[in-house]
């Protein structure tokens, strides 16, 4: 019997991972400032977190600002945060009504302290929702994860709480930012670019990968399900023979 399924049918993964890219790009060509297409973006967002919620995916988790995005010009920087808060508080409706539960993973320290009251103000708003988890990876680098999880496993160590011979697996994925988060099942790109871009190294593992080539602003359901329709046709060995 073959595995291979028909093209009509999506088969809407477990979890998914999304790298949000383009959203400059799509400005430029419409010859439109570049925040033009981050506000563009957030209306994808809004679209992709309903679809996501409304087709059953489990964990949902977008790559909102990585922590090398710090490097770019701080009128950027600014406004990218002034969409994320607007979009942490319009959307509180719509996250509740779709039975959203929203997660942050990144580090909080460089964070302005609005952006971290709105943040955990929705965090704590949808904590009862038994829906889908939606995971904003926000000043998120995926070595910096590593290093704070290494970080925590070596002071418990140092304070006679865990043995070395005790970290595995488990243990490091237990340290992570979000640990209830299950392991992406399906990594989406958009803009084309065929790169992991330091988001979610532990967890990817075993992700399968679809580059999407239209730009953030312009994904939409129509997208999503050609992605799903792809990830159907995916034979998963997880390095074993079928
Ligand atoms: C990549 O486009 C996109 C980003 C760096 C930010 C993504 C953010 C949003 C879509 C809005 C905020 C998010 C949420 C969850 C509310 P780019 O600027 O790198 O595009 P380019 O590579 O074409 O220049």
Redesign the pocket.
Known sequence: MSSRRDDSEPVVPRSVAVI??????WAKRAGLE?IR??ER??DA?RTTVTECAQLGVEALT?Y??SEE?WQRPQREIDL?FK??LR?LVDERPTLMRNGVRLLHAGRRERLAPAVLRTLDETIALTAGNTGMLLC?AISYGGRQELVDAMQSLARRVAAGELRPEQIDDAAIRAALYQPQVPDPDLLIRT?GERRISNFLLWQISYAEIWVSDV??PDFGREQLLEAFRDYGRRVRKFGKVL
Do not use: Q
């Open positions: 949000m890219d383009g959203n400059g790009r570049r297409g981050h973006g957030i967002v977008l909102a600002f995005n990218l969409l994320l979009f904003l803009a730009c953030w």
